[in-house]
């Protein structure tokens, strides 16, 4: 008996074992192009998936996949709520996250655990033989080809590229500590009570302020995530990066335009000199240095390791 978790090294674990003679019982949601060549079947093995008009039209499965396994022999069922991702080949079970899609493969982080184990493979071999009874035929399969729509192409990651976690995308800005006048504190004041109305976890998470004269930087918007760096005497602060909980624009006495917005950020991290982020960060960190006034990151990884600094 063995039991192993797999998560990189998942889809190269599944080809290996498709590439077995061991017969097969596979359930997935979808079934995407190109399916059947990332993970074939044979005669005498069972497909379950989702079927459906709605799931083809989404262009979540492809019934010229399923044609192609019918074509080979495959028992090929449909679960229109089928959630679960099982593979079973042999005296093995893989139960984890993955569908039969280039996405799986080549861009999303999935995981999953592996086992031997004898009553648990025929646990769950019993569970996908359980999800028979809405047989796909090929008439059926054809007739839904014709309502296939290929979803909107993402870019090819290739095989072999290291999968990376994505964040929420941030907007780093660049902030001064500043004396506020009488308009600025009665847009906070205002700011502070849409943003208390938000923040549904008090224990968690405490609200924050910061003040912005001119036009708001693009990206920063309700919900999304922002890296304050604030200028303190000789250093730069950096927060643990929140989300906007609201937006308040109003006028400064000489008419010139400002915005109070408001953070939602986690209670119980401390801020950090950006010297010690940038020393943290490495060569990543290099888009942080010379900010001067609000910088979209679009780097996933810099994203990701900011988010750890503040995390672990």
């Not at 590439?19 to 069972?46: E, I, K, N, Q």
């Not at 080809?145 to 192409?153: E, G, T």
Request: with cysteine.
């Amino acid at each position: 008996m063995a039991e192993h978790f797999h998560s990189a090294d998942l889809w190269r674990r599944l080809r290996a074992l498709a590439r077995t003679r061991s017969r097969a019982r596979v359930a997935v949601p979808f079934v995407a192009t190109g399916a059947t060549g990332r993970f074939p079947l044979r005669r005498g093995d069972l497909l379950v998936c989702r079927c459906d008009e709605q799931t083809v039209r989404a262009g979540q499965t492809d019934p010229r996949e399923i044609l192609s396994y019918l074509a080979q022999g495959v028992e090929v069922h449909a679960v229109s709520n089928l959630h679960a991702k099982v593979f079973v080949v042999g005296r093995i079970a893989i139960v984890g996250s993955s569908n039969l899609s280039r996405s799986s493969e080549e861009d999303l982080v999935e995981a999953a655990i592996e086992t031997s184990a004898p009553p648990l493979v025929g646990t769950c071999r019993a569970f996908v033989d359980s999800l028979r009874g809405d047989q796909i035929g090929d008439a059926y399969a054809k007739r839904l080809a014709a309502l296939y729509k290929p979803p909107r192409k993402a870019p090819r990651r290739g095989r072999n590229r290291k999968k990376v976690v994505r964040h929420s995308q941030l907007v780093a800005v660049r902030l001064d500590r500043g004396e506020f006048d009488d308009a600025d504190t009665r847009a906070e004041q205002v700011a502070k009570q849409a943003g208390a109305n938000r923040i549904k976890d008090h224990d968690r998470f405490k609200q924050e302020t910061f003040k912005w004269s001119g036009s708001l930087p693009r990206g920063v918007r309700l919900g999304a995530r922002v890296l304050q760096m604030v200028r303190d005497g000789s250093h730069t602060i950096v927060e643990t990066p929140g989300r906007v909980l609201a937006i308040r624009r109003y006028r400064s006495p000489r008419g010139g335009s400002r915005v109070i917005v408001s953070i939602e950020s986690p209670k119980r991290v401390r801020t950090r000199r950006l010297a010690d982020v940038l020393g943290k960060l490495g060569a990543a960190g290099r888009r942080l240095r010379g900010i001067k006034n609000a910088r979209h990151i679009p780097d996933p990884q810099l994203i990701y390791h900011l988010g750890r600094l503040w995390s672990t």
